[in-house]
């Protein structure tokens, strides 16, 4: 008998108020106006680790949402992504109290240099003993772009070229200039690294160029697991080539099989093990201890929830400004420079204001699951198998309601099923998540840079 497949599930949150279900920061039991203290997240991280999740999976975005009504006043009343604080420097709180859990961290490669953001990496891979993950992020508003100073964003392709550029030099700070066995710490030759050991590194492309030596020594993974969330043509071919970790939007199991076996085959394309990569579809899950507790529940959240915020959110995503048209207008889903996909998936439905307001009603247009513990996990199961991925980004709704939620009532459920795990491996976030090691596999494309002497 076939052993059955782990769920993975990461917690996804965002250093802000209002992330994903807009309007439940009114929910009374809901704490996130505290995003912005240490303790909210130290709380967060614990609850997380007892849960045995595999990790918190931190979204940013560099900019903010005008695109509804051609402002921010609904943004900042309703606090949608906005304020949004750096992700990056909440890990070390975060991993000080805990010993396993994983960090996904968000960050826009137009934001960032890579000599500077990899010393960035390798400093947190380093601190939380290799639990590092980087989400990759090309960015997708325009106000973000004019904040450092473009006049918009770059073409949606291009933004993903700039992207393998930026992961090229990337690779060759992290595997390329420092042997594993550079640092001897030495104190009676006074040598502590050594400089036979240590090599700059040369690049010129088209977007970076570089001659330095990486600022850090080697962290316990090098390259921190790589995780991205485009599912356009070009993000696709991007995932197939970088990816390990690939975050999904899907109405039902059958819509994500269909993504899932195009991101395996893309890996495939690219030279690498389509097992190499995991793929988490983004969930609200509401339980219960009986349905009708978890029903009762779901229609309080109803209360607190905005369609309308949720719709402005999407209208940034998508690049069109929904407040434009009445309910039932016919809508002109144009090309998008935003994020494809969503746009895409717009213009095949159809979608009227009406129908966009009825799908967001409770602040967001994310597959909700409602029910007891042996309900959800049915549910859960269903994904995982007819979907063909691996696990899930849980939304959170009320914080910490949410994950505390999971914790106590799905995950053992899922336990006594056989298809969570019972307690953490030991070992590094891609150790932890793939079984193979601490470092990228020899078939990753960052594999051609490693030095003689740096092992995989």
């Not at 325009?142 to 450092?148: E, I, V, Y």
């Not at 994020?339 to 895409?344: K, R, V």
Request: proline share 5%; net charge negative; charged share 20%.
């Amino acid at each position: 008998m076939s052993q059955k497949k782990q769920i993975h599930v990461n917690a996804f949150n965002m250093n802000c108020v209002g992330h994903i279900h807009h309007g439940l920061w009114t929910h009374p039991r809901d704490q996130s106006t505290r995003y912005n203290t240490l303790e909210y997240w130290t709380n967060i991280a614990r609850i997380l680790e007892k849960g045995l999740f595999d990790g918190i999976f931190i979204a940013d975005v560099i900019g903010y949402y005008d695109v509804y009504q051609g402002g921010t006043d609904l943004t900042l009343r309703e606090s949608i992504q906005l304020p949004v604080n750096n992700p990056w420097l909440l890990i070390s709180a975060m991993a000080a109290v805990t010993e396993h859990i994983g960090f996904g961290v968000t960050a826009t490669v137009g934001a960032e240099h890579p000599y500077t953001f990899a010393r960035n990496v390798s400093t947190l891979d380093q601190a939380t003993r290799g639990r590092l993950g980087w989400n990759i992020v090309t960015g997708y508003v325009d106000s973000g772009a004019r904040g450092l100073g473009q006049d918009g964003l770059a073409a949606h392709d291009a933004r993903y070229d700039r992207a393998d550029d930026f992961l090229t030099l990337s690779y060759k700070l992290w595997e390329g200039s420092w042997e594993d066995d550079a640092v001897i710490a030495d104190r009676a030759s006074r040598v502590y690294a050594r400089p036979d050991k240590v090599h700059p590194v040369q690049h010129e492309g088209p977007y970076y160029r570089a001659n330095a030596i990486h600022m850090s020594e080697p962290s316990p993974q090098r390259t921190p697991v790589l995780f991205q969330a485009g599912t356009s043509e070009r993000g696709i071919r991007f995932a197939g080539q970088h990816a390990e970790g690939i975050f999904i939007g899907a109405p039902n199991p059958a819509a994500a099989r269909t993504a899932s076996r195009r991101l395996r085959q893309a890996a495939a394309d690219a030279g690498r093990d389509p097992s190499d990569l995991k793929i988490y579809v983004g969930l609200a899950v509401i339980p219960g201890h009986t349905e009708k507790e978890a029903r009762d529940k779901y229609a309080e959240y109803l209360q607190h929830a905005n369609p309308e915020a949720g719709l402005a959110h999407f209208s940034a995503s998508t690049g069109i400004d929904f407040s434009q048209y009445g309910l039932d207008d016919p809508i002109s889903y144009g090309p998008s420079n935003a994020i494809q996909s969503a746009t895409q998936t717009a213009r095949q439905q159809g979608w009227t204001r009406r129908q966009l307001l009825e799908q967001h009603k409770l602040g967001s247009r994310y597959t909700t699951v409602v029910g007891d513990p042996s309900q959800v996990a049915d549910q859960l199961e269903q994904w995982i198998d007819e979907g063909e991925i691996d696990g899930f980004n849980l939304t959170r709704i009320v914080v910490p309601e949410t994950y505390a939620d999971f914790a106590e009532l799905i995950v053992p459920e899922l336990q006594n099923r056989g298809r969570y795990r019972t307690a953490y491996a030991e070992g590094t976030l891609r150790q932890k998540l793939f079984g193979r090691g601490d470092r990228l596999p020899d078939s990753h494309p960052a594999a051609q840079w490693r030095h003689a002497g740096v092992t995989a």
